[in-house]
């Protein structure tokens, strides 16, 4: 049976403020939680060690409590292979349509490969990025790349996955677009004069050009003798 939220915080969580040493241990902090973490666990990722000796874990301030526990679990297993049953998933509400929940699944996941990724944590890349497909993949490409243009994520400059999912999602393949993409990428725009934003709309605005030459050629065709 699953831990309760309550008992599985309790496990990561110190009994008391005394209880932290330095000398033995570092001290993960979001904003509503502590966590306490080895340095002999730590040593089993180099990269994530070196960023805790430099007090410099500027990623896990930035997660919800679910995110930060979901970390520490596998930070703290020290295995190569997780099981995925021990991945926590995110809690949405009952409320909102599935385009948004798909797209507070995504953002859940990408936070986790973020600190995953950039701190070469192996395990949780593989399995954020996975489930971070899984979401993705629900949401078309404009939608998509809309998210993301809204995000200011910092992902290790060696990062594949992510970069080749999105290439791949760039071709738009089988996707067609219409006016209200056009349109949701005009709101973003003015909500934000940003690159990303204007390549965005550039990109849109060529696929849909495409779509509309594609259409007459084949209305064409329809009309000959």
């Not at 970390?71 to 009952?94: M, N, T, V, W």
């Not at 994520?153 to 393949?173: C, P």
């Amino acid at each position: 049976m699953a831990l309760s939220y309550q008992k599985l915080l309790a496990r990561h969580l110190p009994a008391t403020p005394g209880f932290h040493d330095p000398s033995k241990q570092y001290l993960f902090k979001n904003e509503d939680n502590e966590f306490l973490v080895d340095w002999d666990t730590l040593g089993t990722w180099p990269q994530l060690l070196k960023a805790c000796q430099d007090d410099n874990i500027y990623l896990f301030k930035f997660m919800d409590t679910r995110q930060a526990c979901c970390c520490i679990r596998i930070i703290k297993s020290k295995s190569a292979h997780f099981d995925s049953d021990e991945y926590l998933q995110p809690i949405l509400g009952p409320n909102g349509c599935v385009e948004d929940k798909d797209s507070d699944r995504l953002l859940y996941h990408l936070k986790i490969y973020e600190f995953a990724t950039f701190y070469k944590i192996k395990s949780l890349q593989s399995l954020s990025f996975h489930y971070l497909k899984l979401a993705g993949d629900q949401l078309g490409f404009v939608y998509l790349a809309g998210i993301l243009s809204k995000q200011n994520f910092q992902f290790n400059g060696k990062d594949s996955l992510f970069i080749s999912y999105m290439r791949e999602r760039a071709k738009m393949h089988g996707e067609i677009l219409s006016r209200r993409d056009r349109l949701n990428v005009g709101e973003d725009w003015k909500f934000s004069k940003t690159l990303e934003n204007f390549l965005l709309g550039t990109i849109v605005d060529m696929k849909m050009e495409i779509q509309q030459l594609k259409a007459a050629a084949a209305n064409n065709n329809d009309d000959g003798p």
